[in-house]
């Protein structure tokens, strides 16, 4: 939502100096892999793992092929059974059917694609600024530290639904926008808008990990900045980014249905969970089945991210076992 | 100290700079004409248009508009929308709105956050620490609309406990429940955020030692735990507070709240660049002043940290 | 116009909003007072539902409901329209009279005072029809004085070559005010005669002139409104209405209290009206139902779903029949080709179910279209659309083939600030049923942008239009929208057998005449089909448990003046 996701914008560590998570304390890379492997043995022994990666994986499959959920249309509109409820035979509709006559159960099943690619590729894109960003930033510091750290403070600033607004009206979708256009730009939005905090954050992460004697052996031995980030920065590093990317994804998902609450997110041809729940805000008394379903949809898939993010950051914390 | 706030407050210049000349950019770049908007289903005169042009600038190139406005910004003039209102006026009668109802979400945040964050965290793995964690899950996932209306519906309207809309004057009691709504999220985050720090200081060494010294665990728990859990809470409260100034639009709109929020939706959908420009500039120049007393009182909370 | 641009103003600032406003139609038996008793005491004071107006308080400056609906509270005009029947009534006017139809004669009634303690006279009328043409003073509603003998000279000089090479630099063509000002600064064919009469000639017949009189821009304004061009006016207007702007708080509330001084047949009974201001039409509903607001004239979609509104306020609503027209326009043929052949149009028409999208989507708030004007008016003959709006799969089907099908996909624009989502995706899904095409309903962010694409035809594809009378007159729903060259001829129609028809109309000496060649213009919209009728609007408005005596005009806004408080 709107203010969710300014919130989860701003999220758990978002201008925290230091991070949540503390990066594990000495060890080199061999160390950094056996903590990878403790973390393993850990996470295998947490049935919250497995119900999370169990119900993401559903979602995943989901929206890769919805074909194998449901035999019916999405896009198959019968006006004359339009908001009826729900119907618990055999071949009824479990879900009902929404204002338009769809079946709510296929749209659905197919909205998950909407919904995972707009979470999935937005979370990969903000990691991915954030995480150079805040990398470099972080290790040459100086003047580029200044400069980009500036950048991400403008960036930052920008309260996320003003500028998502702006944006979409500027880029708005016309008759001729395709469906991965129309994804690909919220994924950009969420991006241009979220990764200053990601970026904090690794830089935080980083700016912490660097005074290790690991890495200064290394760069006193003459590794390449390159090396020494990529083998000693960025394992011990990246921890906190994961688990805020993980949890952030959720919050992605949930901000394109804020957008789309506010007329400018997803638009048709996709089908999507926030367009279902925003369309069907207006009837949450009449028809509440036309709300309900997506948003437990949406829930669960949040859910499911978020726990995961968890336990995942669980098992990476030493400290924690 | 004085010279880091300085120098932390000249840093905020190229910031501010940047900030807006990015929103003006994009408002600029906004397609549709805002004549279009304005005389329905017809075209405007074109006489009328002209004036209006005239009037607002809108015959400037992108760098003279900026250049002109940002002139008339440093003499403390934010400018005239379309209606004619002055920008100020505008803001100096929703700020107060806007910052109450921030006020009342960061209150909320910590209140009950911190609260749930305690509780679950000195009981980690019982119940409590599983429902706050269940509970605060869901309420991340369900979007703030549904929760706003369904809320406006239920202690507004069904309930009667709360006023359903706020008034224009907006008084603190009226903005309670827009003011929980905003906060919902954030609150679970700082519920999440206490519990990990407080069970990860309470392993501490310096929490055994306490312990160690037969200091009771309430006191443990209070004086040495807590006050380092919650660096990270008012880190995040602060940017927060920043944040949801600018990031109500929705409730805002959900509770027909006089404030900043929706007066930047409409501005924007009037193409009415100045009260944009106007309103975010000021969201940009708070939200920086929170992030620079946040800095302070990290310092305060945590001695390590000097800013000298 | 008005109209519609009232409807936009609210559509900005909510979105649910533009249901109630944008359509509606309905069942025109006025079982409209909602009230019980019958006459109610009088004092007391109510609020209404408003919005920002989107321009200062000046008449030939308001196209929108917002200030609208206060400034036609505060301003009497020539002409009243009755709150049941939208029928013109004589107001200031005693008299207006004409025997060709392009001299009108307009005698006052004597008495009328501006609350700044002067009289109305003829002069005040003239004065202030001559500033709102003058181009100098670009106001919004110049065009309704277009009419008016001599009003060409009151158009500022154009510039000859474009001004830089800016987007938004005055192009060629565009008004030049200070190099060339208008060649007049008053209209020819108006002339006093004396203090209580004065003449309109108009640059050509105008049967329907004494009915357009009755709209916001034709008020009279004071004398101290010309000492400063409006500028205290427009914050504090002047008006010789049965109310006066006490206090406007902007962004808040607007404050109108009783004009002590109204002598005219039409004032009002409570003592004090105020407007206030929502962003949000489902918190005002809301509101209503808390006794917080009295009246709402358009109830959000959340409570018409399932007619909730007649178990939240038993007894506190009402349905009228307004004189708005919603329809789905096609795009002019520089902008898309392939909708350019009639018999496609008339395919598609035929393809879309209206009733059902009526009954299920808007909650049977609309009444389906029959034709291009709305049942309100005078005029109004049912069925000029003939089978081309009536839903029949297997005739559309017919229609399509003989047309030669259709390659690539369909579109119907919407701005997405208003309510119109669910109903273009199921007028869409209609189509795409019936005539085996696909058909996507896509909307623009806003009706900022959505206008624009418009008017530039840009727009490909169909895309949805509206349109809400100025003045309750058949005139009103044809000439401004399907006219050659008309302002609001979105789809650029244009059939030189449409626009005789339309002047000799206008020509025409007596009024069943007059309308009957308006009817026989209409029913040539059926052969050409530029425009898919959709439906004729209805306002559906609700008010707290302590008002009564409510009404609701065609013009979808309360009658104030018969309003009481219990």
Not at chain 2, 56 to 69: E, I, S, T
Not at chain 2, 157 to 180: H, K, N, Q
Not at chain 3, 119 to 135: L, M, Q, S, T, Y
Not at chain 3, 154 to 176: I, L, R, S, Y
Request: glycine share 10%; proline share 6%.
């Amino acid at each position: 939502m709107t203010d969710a996701l300014k919130s989860s914008e701003t999220s758990p560590v978002s201008g925290a100096p230091a991070p949540v998570l503390k990066a594990p304390e000495g060890g080199d890379a061999s160390e950094a892999r056996s903590l990878a492997s403790d973390a393993w043995r850990e996470l295998r022994r947490r049935p919250l793992f497995w119900i999370s990666l169990g119900i993401i994986a559903l979602f995943v499959l989901m929206a890769v092929v919805p074909q194998l959920f449901t035999r019916l249309d999405p896009t198959a509109a019968s006006l004359s059974r339009g908001s009826d409820p729900p119907e618990f035979t055999w071949d009824g509709a479990w879900f009902g059917y929404d204002l338009q006559g769809y079946d709510i159960y296929a749209r659905t099943i197919y909205g998950a694609r909407a919904s995972i690619l707009v979470g999935v590729f937005a979370t990969i894109l903000t990691s991915l600024i954030g995480v150079v960003i805040g990398t470099i930033s972080a290790y040459y510091g100086g003047w580029l530290d200044s400069l980009m750290m500036r950048v991400t403070d403008i960036f930052f600033a920008i309260p996320f639904l003003l500028g998502g607004i702006l944006f979409m009206t500027t880029f708005a979708n016309d008759e001729n926008s395709g469906y991965f256009l129309i994804v690909g730009k919220v994924v950009l939005v969420l991006a241009i808008l979220g990764w200053p905090s990601i970026a904090r954050l690794m830089r935080g992460s980083v700016l912490q990990v660097k005074p290790n004697e690991y890495v200064q052996a290394a760069r006193a031995l003459g590794a390449s900045p390159w090396r020494v980030i990529r083998s000693h920065i960025l394992p011990n590093a990246m921890a906190p980014v994961l688990i805020v990317s993980m949890i952030n994804l959720g919050a992605y998902i949930s901000a394109e249905a804020s957008l789309s609450f506010l007329g400018i997110g997803l638009t048709p041809p996709a089908i999507s969970w926030g367009v279902a729940i925003s369309d069907s805000l207006t009837y949450i008394e009449t028809a509440p089945h036309m709300l309900i379903f997506p948003s437990i949809f949406l829930s669960l898939t949040v859910l499911g991210f978020i726990m995961l993010g968890d336990v995942v950051r669980d098992a990476f914390d030493p400290k924690t076992r | 100290m004085g010279t880091y706030i300085l120098r932390r407050l000249l840093l905020m210049v190229p910031v501010i700079i940047g900030a807006t000349f990015l929103i003006y950019a994009m408002v600029f770049a906004m397609p549709g004409d805002p004549l279009a908007g304005r005389c329905g289903e017809r075209p405007c005169p074109p006489a009328f248009a002209a004036k209006f042009r005239e009037q607002h600038h809108l015959n400037d190139p992108l760098p003279v508009q900026y250049a002109k406005y940002m002139g008339q910004l440093a003499q403390g003039d934010l400018g005239e929308t379309f209606q004619g209102v002055k920008v100020s006026e505008e803001l100096s009668k929703r700020y107060p709105i806007t910052i109450r109802l921030a006020v009342i979400a960061i209150l909320v945040e910590l209140v009950i956050g911190v609260f749930a964050g305690v509780l679950a965290g000195i009981r980690k793995g019982k119940f409590v620490d599983n429902l706050v964690l269940v509970s605060t899950l869901i309420v991340i996932a369900i979007p703030t609309f549904v929760i706003g209306v369904l809320a406006r519906k239920i202690f507004g309207l069904d309930l009667g406990w709360f006023r359903p809309t706020v008034s224009p004057a907006a008084p603190w009691s009226e903005l309670i429940l827009p003011g929980i709504v905003l906060g919902a999220i954030s609150l679970a985050y700082v519920a999440r955020l206490t519990r990990t720090n407080l069970v990860e200081n309470l392993r501490a060494d310096y929490v055994r030692t306490a312990v160690a010294k037969g200091l009771g665990r309430p006191r443990t728990i209070g004086v040495h735990t807590l006050r380092n859990s919650l660096i990270p809470v008012v880190t995040f409260v602060g940017a927060d507070f920043g944040g949801l100034l600018g990031g109500a639009i929705i409730t805002e709109r959900i509770f027909n709240i006089r404030g900043v929020g929706g007066y930047i939706f409409q501005s924007i959908h009037s193409r009415d660049g100045v009260a944009v420009v106007g309103a975010v500039t000021v969201l940009v120049i708070v939200f920086l002043i929170m992030n620079l007393i946040v800095d302070l009182l990290y310092g305060v909370l945590d001695p390590r940290i000097s800013h000298d | 116009m008005r109209g519609t641009t009232r409807t936009v103003a609210v559509a900005a600032v909510s979105a649910a909003a533009l249901l109630a406003a944008g359509c509606g139609g309905g069942d025109s038996s006025p079982s409209s007072s909602g009230g019980s008793t019958a006459a109610g005491k009088t004092g007391g004071a109510i609020t209404v539902h408003g919005c920002t107006p989107q321009n200062p308080f000046i008449p030939a400056n308001t196209n929108e409901t917002c200030g609208g609906d206060v400034l036609d509270a505060i301003v009497s005009k020539l002409v009243h329209y009755n709150p049941d029947t939208a029928a013109p009534e004589m107001d200031i006017a005693e008299s207006i009279t004409s025997t060709d139809n392009q001299t009108f004669t307009v005698k006052l009634n004597k008495g009328y005072m501006f609350t700044d303690g002067t009289e109305v006279k003829a002069k005040n009328f003239v004065d202030a029809w001559n500033w709102n043409r003058n181009g100098v003073n670009g106001t919004l509603n110049s065009y309704f004085f277009d009419v008016i003998e001599g009003a060409g000279d009151m158009d500022c000089g154009v510039f000859d070559k474009d001004q830089g090479t800016g987007e938004n630099d005055p192009k060629a063509g565009d008004p030049d005010c200070k190099g060339k000002p208008p060649k007049a600064t008053t209209l020819s064919g108006l002339k006093v005669v004396d203090d209580y009469t004065f003449t309109v000639k108009t640059t050509e017949k105008v049967s329907n002139l004494p009915v357009r009189l009755g709209y916001t821009a034709f008020a009279p304004l004071p004398d101290s409104f010309f000492a400063d061009n409006g500028k205290a006016f427009g914050d504090a207007p002047v008006g010789a209405g049965p109310y006066k702007l006490e206090k406007y708080t902007k962004g808040t509330d607007m404050v109108l209290t009783k004009n002590a001084d109204y002598k005219g047949k039409f004032a009002g009974k409570v003592d004090k009206i105020t407007f206030k201001i929502y962003q949000d039409t489902d918190a005002a509903y809301t509101d209503v139902q808390a006794d917080n607001l009295d009246l709402l004239a358009a109830v959000p979609a959340s409570a018409l779903a399932g007619e909730k509104y007649k178990t939240d306020l038993p007894d506190r609503n009402l349905v009228q029949a307004i004189g708005t027209f919603a329809s789905i326009s096609f795009p002019s043929s520089k902008a898309d080709k392939s909708y350019d052949n009639p018999k496609l149009r008339q395919a598609i028409s035929t393809a879309i179910d209206r009733k059902t999208i009526v009954d299920k989507i808007l909650a049977g708030t609309r009444v389906p279209a029959t034709g291009w004007v709305s049942p309100v008016v005078d005029g109004y003959k049912e069925g000029a659309c003939g089978d081309f709006c009536t839903y029949d799969k297997a005739k559309a089907k017919a229609l399509f083939d003989e047309a030669g099908g259709y390659t690539g996909k369909m579109t119907i624009g919407y701005n997405a600030d208003g309510d119109h989502k669910a109903w273009t995706e199921a007028a869409c899904n209609s189509i795409k049923d019936a005539l085996g095409v696909e058909c996507i309903a896509t909307p623009y962010p806003d009706f900022a942008t959505f206008r624009t694409k418009i008017t530039a035809e840009e727009m490909k594809g169909m895309f949805r239009t509206g349109w809400q009378m100025d003045y309750p007159s058949i005139e009103n729903f044809l000439a401004p929208l399907y006219g050659t060259g008309a302002g609001s001829n979105d789809s650029r129609y244009s059939n030189p057998a449409f626009d005789k028809l339309l002047t000799e109309a206008a020509a025409a000496t007596d009024g069943a005449a007059a309308n009957a060649k308006y009817q026989e213009a209409e029913a040539l919209l059926a052969n050409d089909m530029p425009v898919i009728p959709m439906w004729y609007g209805k306002a559906v408005a609700g008010w707290s448990t302590k008002v009564e005596n409510v009404k609701v005009t065609p013009f979808g806004t309360f009658d104030l003046t018969s309003v009481t408080v219990k």
